[in-house]
């Protein structure tokens, strides 16, 4: 296991097709976070799971962007009818469950950087 | 709303020189704060957190509770610290929907350590 692996790399696509990005977290993770990234801005939190329950979306995460984890293991984010604004690095991270109130460092995968023309 | 500011996005220093990134907070309870570094061509990693009061490849941060600050330090820099340098800021934020235990981010501080 040599951490949180995304694929693909890069994409590039035209307005309005639809892309899908998938994430496989460190084995023993249980927890998966889904970040956006775009020019000169830190990531930006847009969703996560525990197992495969999505527990949290942000305001970012409009209708068009979907997540799964279907079964607690690795995880799909599919947007659809895509449009320029959605051209960034899309992040994975993964982490074990919060505990003793201490929270879980995460893992960051390598990203999937996305050009929509 | 929480908020993570990094004031610097760009801090260029002499090796041996005293670095300080700078990073400030607003949260209204009790936030956990992490310092994440991206070093060339790699992923973002974690370099340390408050509550782990240590020092990581020579790099300390405090946090200031009053000043709702976590800045971090290295009182001598070498080559190897250049890198993008965020500071990040753990708590649940109400979003539309409920809470959320993702971190928020500053906007990053792009260190160079010159020769």
């Known amino acids: 296991d040599t951490g949180v692996s995304q694929d693909p790399r890069h994409k590039i696509t035209k307005r309005g097709q639809n892309v899908t990005f998938r994430c496989d977290p460190i084995?023993?993770?249980?927890?998966l976070y889904w970040y956006r990234q775009t020019l000169g801005q830190g990531p930006e939190f847009l969703t996560y799971?525990?197992?495969?329950?999505?527990?949290?979306k942000s305001r970012l995460l409009s209708d068009r962007f979907s997540a799964e984890r279907p079964k607690g293991s690795f995880s799909t984010l599919e947007i659809q009818r895509t449009e320029q604004g959605d051209s960034a690095m899309y992040l994975c991270?993964?982490?074990?469950?919060?505990?003793?109130?201490?929270?879980?460092?995460?893992?960051f995968g390598p990203g999937t950087r996305l050009t929509v023309l | 709303a929480q908020r993570v500011t990094q004031p610097e996005k760009l801090l260029s220093v002499f090796k041996g020189a005293p670095v300080e990134l700078k990073c400030n907070y607003s949260?209204?309870?009790?936030?956990?704060l992490f310092w994440y570094v991206q070093y060339s061509r790699q992923r973002l990693q974690l370099l340390l957190r408050?509550?782990s009061r240590e020092s990581i490849k020579g790099f300390t941060a405090d946090l200031n509770k009053g000043e709702t600050s976590f800045h971090l330090k290295k009182p001598f820099a070498q080559e190897e610290d250049s890198a993008m340098y965020y500071c990040?800021?753990?708590?649940?934020?109400?979003?539309?929907?409920?809470?959320?235990?993702?971190?928020?981010f500053g906007k990053g501080t792009h260190l160079i350590i010159q020769p």
């Open positions: 799971f525990q197992n495969e329950a999505q527990l949290e």
């Open positions: 408050h509550i």
């Open positions: 949260y209204s309870g009790s936030p956990e």
């Open positions: 990040a800021l753990s708590g649940r934020v109400a979003y539309s929907g409920g809470g959320a235990d993702g971190l928020t």
């Open positions: 991270a993964s982490s074990l469950r919060a505990s003793g109130g201490v929270w879980p460092e995460q893992f």
């Open positions: 084995s023993e993770h249980n927890r």
